[in-house]
């Protein structure tokens, strides 16, 4: 690997830098890849740093963000026909549906718990004499636990996976050429687990400038440096400024589970359509512990349908690095951190929630 070269001084020092490294240059558009890294960057305005000619795009790096109504519909079917206890994340407890959510079951007596891990579910299970549903949700960062816990093997637990592998994504957000991707901020968490070897195959194909980065804003400037300075100098290179928490093979244990129990899966991702082998489905020898084959007959009549309210919503288009979220005609008028249309505005790691939050928005 090619050591990252650090620059003497701080953010002042790299701005100029980068400023300097622009002059006269053709525009040149960078998508980071996670939620963690625009809260860094819209937090302390990074972008304000940057030059005109340079542009900071988020992409889908928002696991709640990226899962279609499809799936929650499913959920809510699910909730409706069958008296189980159903836990969740905070975050996905608030997506809505047709002005429906996790939060609007459970205000109505069902039994919808959140948690802060899935193993907070599998306790539950075990004092539990009914069938408890988890929603798996989450990239590589969080998919070793839902293997464990399946591979716990509780009788009365199961797991109802909406769980993405990441690095498809990145190759289709490629192949669909709409965004003009010229160089990636790989997300710190997801490469603590698939290791720096995982993106060789996006470097390969596509020969785009690759960094991945930690979450402090020297590392997101730092990383921004280095991608353009690659540009310049012809080179698709792929570095890891996050050396301090990610190695190049990764968490080779955490790769084992998750392979173990997870086969992949041509799947749906909000705004990008389906994305090829990026569906975390449970193993077929599993199965036990998969609430969509456990619930087979329940899944039987339903049908997906939109909902009209999101029509105008600009989601998609967020996560695939067209818009910002302030160009979306619904941001901060009909789509507010209150009553959320769309889920960029539900999560916390969502863009349109986080320039709601940092731009003055009060609740």
Not at 98 to 106: C, D, G, I, P, T
Not at 193 to 212: C, L, N
């Amino acid at each position: 690997m090619i050591p990252v070269e650090k620059v003497k001084g701080g953010i002042k020092e790299l701005s100029a830098k980068i400023k300097k490294e622009m002059e006269g240059k053709e525009q040149i558009r960078l998508m980071h890849l996670c939620g963690t890294h625009e809260d860094t960057v819209t937090k302390f305005n990074l972008r304000s740093l940057l030059p005109s000619n340079l542009k900071l795009l988020s992409g889908p790096g928002c696991p709640v963000c990226i899962i279609p109504d499809a799936d929650l519909q499913m959920v809510f079917h699910l909730i409706d026909k069958e008296n189980i206890i159903f836990t969740t994340f905070g975050d996905m407890a608030r997506v809505p549906f047709e002005k429906k959510s996790l939060f609007y079951y459970r205000s109505k007596g069902y039994d919808i718990r959140i948690v802060y891990s899935i193993f907070d579910a599998v306790e539950i299970a075990r004092e539990s004499d009914k069938q408890i549903v988890h929603f798996g949700i989450g990239f590589e960062t969080t998919m070793p636990s839902t293997a464990l816990a399946v591979l716990d093997g509780v009788e009365n637990f199961s797991v109802f996976s909406s769980h993405r592998f990441f690095i498809p994504a990145m190759e289709y957000l490629l192949s669909l050429g709409e965004a003009n991707i010229d160089g990636f901020i790989n997300p710190g968490h997801v490469s603590t687990i698939v290791g720096i070897k995982a993106y060789e195959r996006v470097k390969e194909e596509y020969g785009v400038p690759q960094v991945i980065a930690g979450f402090e804003p020297y590392d997101v400037m730092l990383a921004v440096y280095q991608i353009i300075k690659a540009m310049h100098e012809g080179d698709g290179l792929l570095l890891n400024e996050y050396s301090r928490a990610v190695r190049y093979d990764g968490n080779v244990r955490a790769q084992k589970v998750m392979d173990e129990v997870f086969a992949r899966e041509d799947w749906e991702w909000r705004g990008l359509g389906t994305v090829p082998n990026s569906g975390g489905a449970i193993a077929k020898k599993y199965e036990d512990f998969d609430a969509i084959k456990l619930f087979e007959d329940v899944f039987a009549d339903f049908s997906p349908k939109e909902d009209k309210r999101k029509r105008a919503c600009k989601c998609g288009d967020v996560l695939r690095g067209l818009m910002m979220p302030d160009e979306c005609p619904l941001f901060t008028k009909a789509c507010t951190p209150r009553d959320p249309i769309g889920p960029c505005m539900v999560s916390f790691e969502g863009t349109c929630n986080i320039w709601a939050k940092y731009g003055g928005y009060q609740v």
